[in-house]
């Protein structure tokens, strides 16, 4: 069965589809603590020199594959190569995407069920009790389910509309909510007395603070923040047209996501400094550190406090479901094409089998012995395994194989868009493709696996 590829409709489209996959969890709550634990402004500094040298080259990576193989990921790589083994790179990569969807509904879930929490004032408590909020609700045999389900639902409902009508769409519309409610936040967070020790501390850098650690976990959240190496920017790439220009998309795409991630930063340290907490926190930031934050810093306001609170967890769920609309893609699109099924049966499958790995990542939460690997939760071992193993991998195998394997010519003509556009920046793409990503790969690898 033949089947007609669609585009995306338009540039804003393809650009906002993009960035709605690249801006996510990582923007809003992984980079802020990242920044927290790393000493702020170094962090930021480090961080932005690996989006250029790092993020956006193998971002380029994925667009010509993607655009050149018009495909699903798997079929993408095999087109490309020489030897269909490469074809198995590509396969990885959506598994990788796959498996991620699981976990990353998850926790998607949870920022759905703190929109109520903070509308309804459940929030309003002691810092103890809102810790064991959390703790109870994140590790309860149902509620958490109920809204992985939820989420991969609307994410389904997305999905089954195609890549116009329901991916496209859906990012020109959650997008710019995304945004104006973020500024929204970051107007309040500023306003508070006290914020400005918090962009001080987010933009005036503090040298001393400089070492290969805050390096490496800067070259592993560009990568994570840029959804690299997961299948999405090459599933989406795949609807790109022949004019599109690469290179700009690319890097508007990276401007965007960066401009979120401060933003976030911008809405999280002035608060966070205004009641004196110290935002390096690690992942309960978002569900335990900021509720707090919240009450405390609009103590006088509660109203107030409550819209922003509210306001947050919305933009926050915009964000997951963006990223998760991807994720999804990228196993729909395989299935798609692979199976040679409808569009809406492929889309069930995803749907159902994330459905159940999400239950049990959620049931795992809560220690249940029988999710339980080597002492690590379900989820813990997805987040390990997708994140540390596969992304690594698949990212080091993608430099290889265009820096190496595909003839320059091929590589050029998808840069160029067959020559028409200009080549300079093809021989440092090239020099960054072929050494500089690998080398730097293979050094996050082996940090987060403690051998350096
Ligand atoms: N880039 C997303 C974020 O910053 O939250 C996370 C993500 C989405 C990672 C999609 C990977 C992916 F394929």
Redesign the pocket.
Known sequence: MSKERVNFGSKLGMVLATAG???????VW?FPYMTGQNGGAVFIMGYIGCVVLLGLPCMMSEFIIGRHGAANTGRAYGKMGTHSLWRLVGCMSVLT?FL?TGY?AVVSGWCLQYIFSSAFGELNGNPTYITEYFKDFSSAPLQPVIWTVAILAMTHFVIIHGVRSGIERASKIMMPLLFILLLVVVVGSCMLPGAGRGIEFLFRPDFSKLDSNMFLAAMGQSF????IG???ICTFASYFSRQANLMKSAVNIVLIDSLIAILAGLMIFPAAFSVGVNPDSGPSLIFITLPNVFREAFASMPILGTIIATGFYILLSL?ALT?LI??HE?STAFFYEELHTTRKKAATIVTVSCCIMGAFCSLSIGGRDWLMIGGKSLFDVFDFVTGQIFLPIVGFLTCLFLGWVVPRKTVKDEFTNWGTLRSTLFGVYMVLIRYVCPVCIVAIFLNQLGVI
């Open positions: 996959s690249a801006v996510g969890l990582g923007n992984r995407g991620i990353y994570y923040s840029l959804s997961m299948g999405c964000a990223s991807s994720l990228v």
